[in-house]
């Protein structure tokens, strides 16, 4: 049988069609390099196919502009399909607006261009009713009172009939006009068979304005003994009508607080201007909106002006302010072919740019879209807060009619009055609203101000199992090191020649994403050497590159590529070893099969990273090194960094397995990297981390991703983790302890000791304010200091 190579989905890593882990989905077979891609991909498959299908979309249509035109069209009249989530059930997704059929509450969508223009109508619904019945509610509620606790103020011809007449013209309408949505609800959960807080609310409320109808207009059908001596029977329209009210009010602050959880997306989408000046083929100039920018238009940026999509200077040169991403003040001087990023802001220069990445392939929309899907994602608490609430409706239910029936026969007189009373008291202040909304709202509000923060979480897990971990796994190049490194010396052998050396190095090494390859290509053109064409070209995973240049074979990479392709070494490995302990690495190539030189390269080691490890050292979290470099260079680092556990002249394979050793012996495991190389590792690890600045594919096979890029990251990312789980157990906590205490009280348990008894008013408002109280709790998130 033959075998052939596919690519993982969720770590890119090419595999072999026989592995043992596969899996089938909409009518197609994928492939995966270790159980915990699998498991990824069974969690959210589409998210992985989506990225998927828009690298092959990107790598399809380049250099194909008509075409391009077409497919852009295309996918701008797909993304007019808004899907709508439940904020506190993101696995309900539908097409259209409505209400979630798990807990009623409004869905809201989840396309990242409606956040701006936040849809306000649930808002606006809510408010106008609130408003109203307040109206209503107010003079109901002094009627009642004054009614049942001082007659004497009220005038002499005003019978109690009449006072309850006029109770129920001004209950009425709040019952049936602004709790309608409530009993909407109600009913489709009954429907659904899942019970929550509208089940109660529609259940109570109906139950004490019924009984009130049925008093009023038919007193004889009760008991003499309840009666009063004008032969009215006691109603509870206060009670059904301020209960509405209270819940109409909890409802408005609820969804104003909610809107406040998407601050940091707006202030993410805030940051990218509308306008761009873009050149036309006859070089005059055009100011259009940012959406009609297509890939390869030159843009003209001039000084203070923001950069519109992601691209690389053709003309010019200036120095950009990039802290929106690195989080670093100083500008950073830009020249010709350097990277631009959208969003960005250029200083006093004016350049001329290329578009290369426009719309939701921006940096800034993949930031946006990131921390849109960890919003949305669901943390493993979650679970608690889901399995209590599906059995605490119905045994909420079930407490009511026991203190029903224990209230009408074991009660003082008028027992119905105070069987009814209790027993509404515990439907409304049992919703399990706050139990609800207790994960989902410190998810939402942790991811966003890690946002501001550089720390973009990809879903609720990861932020869970982060302030968990024990070890942390880097890579050395572009982790620990600035990942920008410079060529230090090339030795020559063999008689060839130093630029010949350095022309083929840097023609074979265009076509690579390895940090080191930047260097070799700069110091080419610092020499301006030619850089030719390439055919055969082949990237041999963790050893290095080969290929055809000008009918010339060239390998280029390190010891284990040289030495699979059985060439003499001669005395290279002396030379080559008197680099590395200066902590430099060392890059053999090969022409025609004969060893042409060595290339020594070395790259600074970032400023953070002796700090962010001493830190983690005394926060007990051990730091291992794992690199593809070879011992010497590798034990350099890092006895300059104090780190003790190094894997040096490790394969990608060998990285996974290494990870997975790490786990065998009960680590909770955090790899941080930035290449090609790592993404396996990535994927496996408990906690996936991806520099900002490395490649696509070590980003999308992490969980969280640090746009600064260094390993002060990791601790933002922890102390994030510590701070936003604490804040879902206080929310967890004092929902638990609230519904715990309230249904006991509310039911009459205090009433023989003390001879409490709590109103259904008082009931409904502790229960509206239960949730708001929630919501506020996790806003604090925002002043959560992580540096």
Not at 25 to 51: A, G, I
Not at 100 to 127: F, Q, R, S, V
Not at 226 to 235: A, K
Not at 304 to 316: A, C, F, Q, R
Request: proline share 4%; with cysteine; glycine share 6%.
């Amino acid at each position: 049988m033959n075998r052939i190579d596919v690519k993982d989905p969720v770590c890119g890593m090419n595999v072999k069609d026989t592995m043992d882990f596969n899996m089938s989905f909409d009518e197609r077979e994928y492939y995966f390099c270790s159980q915990n891609c699998l498991t990824k991909f069974e969690k959210n498959p589409s998210s992985y196919l989506v990225k998927e299908a828009k690298q092959h979309n990107k790598n399809t249509h380049s250099g194909h502009e008509h075409h391009h035109l077409n497919e852009n069209k295309t996918h701008v009249e797909a993304d007019k399909d808004t899907k709508y989530t439940c904020p506190m059930h993101p696995e309900i997704i539908t097409n259209k607006p409505g209400d979630c059929p798990k807990c009623g509450m409004a869905l809201e969508p989840m396309g990242i261009e409606n956040i701006t223009e936040e849809n306000t109508d649930e808002l606006d619904y809510m408010t106008k009713r609130f408003w109203i019945s307040t109206i209503l509610a107010i003079p109901l509620f002094i009627l009642a009172m004054l009614a049942d606790l001082t007659e004497n103020i009220l005038p002499s011809s005003l019978s109690m009939s009449t006072i309850q007449y006029i109770e129920f013209f001004l209950a009425t309408p709040i019952v049936l006009w602004g709790g309608w949505n409530f009993y909407v609800k109600a009913y489709s959960s009954v429907v659904n068979r899942n019970l929550n807080m509208f089940t109660l609310i529609g259940l109570g409320v109906s139950v004490a304005w019924i009984f009130s109808v049925i008093a009023l207009f038919f007193p004889m059908l009760f008991p003499i003994d309840l009666r009063t001596d004008e032969g009215t029977v006691p109603v509870y329209f206060e009670a059904a009508g301020v209960i509405i009210t209270l819940v109409l009010l909890g409802q408005v602050l609820e969804l104003r607080a909610r809107s406040r959880t998407n601050v940091a997306i707006k202030m993410l989408l805030n940051l990218v201007p509308s306008k761009a000046i873009r050149i036309n083929k006859d070089n005059s100039e055009d100011f259009i909106d940012v959406e009609d920018i297509q890939l390869d238009d030159i843009l003209k940026i001039k000084p203070g002006e923001k950069i519109p999509v992601d691209g690389h200077i053709t003309k010019g040169k200036s120095n950009i302010d990039e802290s929106m991403i690195t989080g670093e003040a100083i500008p950073v001087e830009k020249n010709i072919n350097d990277k631009v990023i959208g969003a960005t802001v250029n200083g006093t220069g004016v350049f001329f740019m290329k578009a290369t990445k426009i719309g939701k392939d921006t940096l800034i929309s993949q930031i946006i879209e990131m921390v849109a899907q960890a919003q949305r994602s669901r943390a493993p608490i979650q679970k608690v807060a889901d399995t209590v609430s599906g059995y605490f409706v119905p045994a909420v239910i079930g407490i009511s009619i026991i203190t029903y029936i224990i209230w009408y026969f074991f009660g003082p007189e008028p027992s119905i009055a105070f069987a009814i009373v209790n027993a509404v008291a515990v439907l409304i202040i049992a919703c399990p609203c706050a139990l609800g909304l207790a994960t989902p709202i410190s998810i939402m509000v942790g991811t966003g101000q890690g946002a501001l923060e550089g720390v973009l979480i990809k879903n609720a897990e990861a932020l869970e199992i982060m302030e968990n971990i024990d070890t942390v796994v880097v890579d050395k190049t572009g982790t620990l090191t600035l990942g920008k490194p410079q060529i230090t010396s090339i030795v020559s052998l063999n008689n060839f020649k130093e630029n010949d050396i350095l022309k083929f190095a840097a023609t074979i090494e265009q076509n690579s994403e390895h940090p080191l390859s930047d260097a070799i290509i700069k110091k080419a053109k610092e020499n301006k050497l030619d850089i030719l064409e390439v055919d055969n070209f082949e990237y041999i995973t963790g050893k290095g590159v080969t290929g055809e240049v000008d009918s010339r074979a060239i390998a280029l990479g390190n010891l284990k590529l040289i030495e699979g392709l059985n060439i003499d070494l001669i005395d290279s490995i002396n030379k080559a070893n008197t680099l590395r302990e200066n902590g430099e690495t060392v890059i053999f190539i090969a022409i025609d099969n004969i060893l042409a030189g060595l290339i020594s390269i070395s790259d600074p080691i970032k400023d953070s990273s002796k700090e962010a490890i001493s830190n983690l050292h005394n926060l007990g979290i051990n730091v291992v090194m794992l690199t593809g470099d070879n011992k010497i260079t590798a034990n350099a680092v890092a006895r300059k960094l104090s780190i003790t556990q190094v894997y040096s002249d490790v394969l990608p394979e060998d990285k996974l397995s290494v990870i997975k050793r790490l786990q065998s012996q009960g680590k909770i495991v955090a790899m941080a990297g930035d290449g090609v190389n790592d993404a396996p590792a990535l994927a496996a690890a408990n906690v996936g981390i991806a520099m900002g600045t490395g490649t696509d594919i070590a980003i999308e096979s992490a969980e969280i991703t640090l746009i600064k890029g260094d390993l002060n990251g990791i601790l933002k990312a922890y102390k994030l983790s510590k701070g936003t789980m604490k804040n879902i157990r206080q929310n967890l906590f004092f929902a638990f302890i609230y519904n715990t205490a309230g249904v006991p009280i509310a039911a009459g348990i205090l009433y023989p000791f003390f001879g409490i008894l709590l109103s259904p008013i008082i009931a409904a408002a502790a229960m509206s304010f239960s949730s708001v109280s929630v919501i506020l709790n996790a806003l604090r998130l925002k002043n959560l200091k992580l540096k």
